[in-house]
């Protein structure tokens, strides 16, 4: 489990084809302090995508992508030299500044325009009419890892407002249009909307969006 908050920009070292897989290895100095170094089998979140630590290396660490991983993100169009956003795995007791994101990606959209407003600026981003239903506004949602808060959503896509240290801390201020993106609907919604049935979800996030309005 995560938060959405990067710790990091890390940058590949190399990303090689491994059978149907591939094999990912990241440089990631900085990443956790001396006495607190990652483990092998520890979970770190690549661009909001949950791998696990096969090896480490020096300065960074080595994963093993699945190709259901690879179809379900756009880690496959990594290559050397390509940032990632990095966080490692929440712990019980630390701060939840962001929100509950599990590291499971839904779907990989793509990014369609930037536009400023005022000191900060905002991103469209397009994605599936699924996923767009189960996103409302003021919820949050996970893009390449960066917890945000959605201040705009319709068929097919949302947006959301990022402040000049989320562009200057993350890998999503390099985005140009056309750009493929990790998204991670929020967690708690998609158990809501389980749990209730898809009428009364729209029922809820009809409610959700005109009580929230303001």
């Known amino acids: 489990m995560f938060t ?26 900085g990443l956790a302090p001396a006495e607190d170094p990652p483990a092998l ?3 770190i979140a690549v661009n909001g995508a949950c791998l696990t630590a096969a090896a480490l290396t020096a300065d960074g660490f080595t994963a093993d992508v699945l ?25 019980l007791g630390d ?11 839904d ?12 000191d900060d600026f905002v991103y469209r981003f397009a ?3 699924a996923f767009a ?12 890892g960066v917890s945000l808060t959605v201040t705009a959503v319709d068929d097919g896509a949302f947006e959301v407002s990022l402040i000049p240290t989320t562009l200057r801390d993350t890998v999503l201020g390099a985005l140009r249009p056309g750009d493929p993106v990790n998204l991670e609907a929020d967690l708690l919604g998609v ?24």
């Open 4 to 29: 959405g908050l990067v710790q990091r920009i890390g940058e590949v070292a190399e990303a090689r084809r491994r059978g149907s897989g591939l094999s990912l290895t990241v440089r990631a100095p």
């Open 41 to 43: 089998g520890e979970s």
């Open 67 to 91: 190709e259901e991983t690879l179809r379900c993100t756009m880690l496959g169009t990594l290559r050397a030299g390509d940032r990632v956003n990095l966080e490692r795995a929440l712990r």
């Open 95 to 105: 701060r939840l500044g962001g929100h509950l994101v599990s590291g499971h990606v």
């Open 107 to 118: 779907e990989v959209g793509r990014l369609i325009s930037v536009r400023s407003a005022g």
């Open 127 to 129: 994605c599936s009419s």
């Open 133 to 144: 239903r189960g996103t409302v506004r003021k919820g949050s949602v996970a893009v390449s």
């Open 191 to 214: 158990y809501v909307r389980r749990a209730l049935g898809r009428e009364a979800t729209v029922s809820a996030e009809h409610w959700f969006a005109a009580g929230c309005a303001d």
